[in-house]
């Protein structure tokens, strides 16, 4: 086994790469990754024989997939990795993507929100939209690097176990606040879709508004 500072080690258990631990857990997320990787491939396929990227809508879904695709790739390469420019690498990409895919899922929420309960045309926000899920997560993928914060985390790079208030600033806390979000937009999505199915259903009888459309011709 190698020795020095590039000693490959497993940190979540605080032994060798080999350990069956970590790579019981290296191959779940791996075949995980696999399953996710090969569904995004299926919806890009799908998205590309239907011709299903016209509208802003399914535009969003595409950069998502595209999103979620490289995201898998990010775990698929994961691996028990020694401190240095490879790991750095594998997790700025893993950062970057997870808040890519995350970003557009909050996009795409928003894009709902005001197509549906504002009731306002959102095409003009496309470009918005682009620098928000892509842009924002190169700035916060980038932000460990300057303070070499990245290195082995347990069974694969991520944020050092050394820094552990940097994982909670660049992703744990951000995570929950943006799903709190999202639940409450969706919350109001669902009140407003029930309350306007309720007022266009109103008194309306079929057999009446039939016999009308006989009587008028």
Known sequence: MDSGANVTRCILFHTHSEDYRCVTIITVKRAAATFSVIGCIFMLFVIWIFHKYSSLAQKMIFCLTVAALFDGMAYLMGEVLPDGILCNF?????TY???????????ITLNLYINLVKEMRTERFEIAYHITAWGVPFCLSCLPLFGDY?????AWCWISNEHMAWRFGIWYIPLFILIFLMMLCYSRIIYMAKKRASTWSGTYNPNREGSKVHVCF
Do not use: K
Not at 90 to 94: C, D, I, Y
């Open 90 to 94: 594998q997790a700025w990409w893993l």
């Open 97 to 107: 993507f997870d808040w890519c895919s995350l970003a557009w899922v909050c996009c």
């Open 150 to 154: 990245y290195g082995p985390a347990g």
